[in-house]
């Protein structure tokens, strides 16, 4: 059975950072593309960030271009998000998910973290 | 950017009714790659289709999905309590995939 746990959030004061983990468990982890997505109080689903399976192609949303980082350790079938200068309107809970084809839907989700950023 | 645009917001129905959520894209969307997916607080959010019609692992044969192009339909046949949640579809026809703003169903 696939499973995604996410981890690492909580409450930061604006400008400041947190890492984000999603460990992976019952699928072949290398194998597969990871996105971040995100969901503010009240708002609708954003994604965030992409990794492909072995690093080559990674992307992410103009609204945490140049703030956010995304990575995976392979061997410790991780996955994990960096995100620096954080503002108030980065709140919200991030799931991490697969990726099946590459650039497609997601089939697999974790429960999500919630990221609060507040003074 | 193809921004999608769900209808209606709300929709409150009856156990055993049918559900028609609706989708359309400001612009064709490629090879109808459309998904849905179901959302419950708490919860993980749940796959339910892709490809605009075909049915992810697990999914009962209630739900349903059509159409191509720019319109695209969500059926849920025989509303059930558990359907109650928040419906999202998303396109990833494009390089930047971006996601309806939600369709909620409650049931009465």
């Known amino acids: 059975e696939v499973q995604l746990v996410e981890s690492g959030g909580g409450l930061v004061k604006p400008g400041g950072s947190l890492r984000l983990s999603c460990a992976a468990s019952?699928?072949?982890?290398?194998?597969?593309?990871m996105i971040w997505v995100r969901q503010a109080p009240g708002k609708g689903l954003e994604w965030v960030s992409s990794?492909?399976?072995?690093?080559?192609?990674?992307y992410y949303a103009n609204s945490v271009k140049g703030r956010f980082t995304i990575s995976r350790d392979n061997a410790k079938n991780s996955l994990f998000l960096q995100m620096d200068s954080l503002r108030a309107e980065d709140t919200a809970v991030y799931y991490c998910?697969?990726?099946?084809?590459?650039?497609?839907?997601?089939?697999?989700w974790g429960q999500g973290t919630l990221v609060t950023v507040s003074s | 950017e193809i921004v999608l645009t769900q209808s209606p917001g709300t929709l409150s129905l009856s156990p055993g009714e049918r559900a028609t959520l609706s989708c359309r894209a400001s612009q064709s969307v490629s090879s109808d790659y459309l998904a849905w997916y179901q959302l419950k607080p708490g919860q993980a959010p749940r796959l339910l289709i892709y490809g605009a019609s075909s049915r992810a692992t697990g999914i009962p044969d209630r739900f349903s999905g059509s159409g191509s192009g720019t319109d695209f339909t969500l059926t849920i046949s025989r509303l059930e309590p558990e359907d109650s949640a928040v419906y999202y579809c998303q396109q990833y026809g494009s390089s930047a995939r971006t996601f309806g703003q939600g369709t909620k169903l409650e049931i009465k």
């Open positions: 998910a697969r990726d099946p084809h590459t650039s497609s839907y997601f089939d697999s």
């Open positions: 019952g699928f072949t982890f290398s194998s597969y593309s």
């Open positions: 990794i492909s399976g072995t690093n080559t192609y990674i």
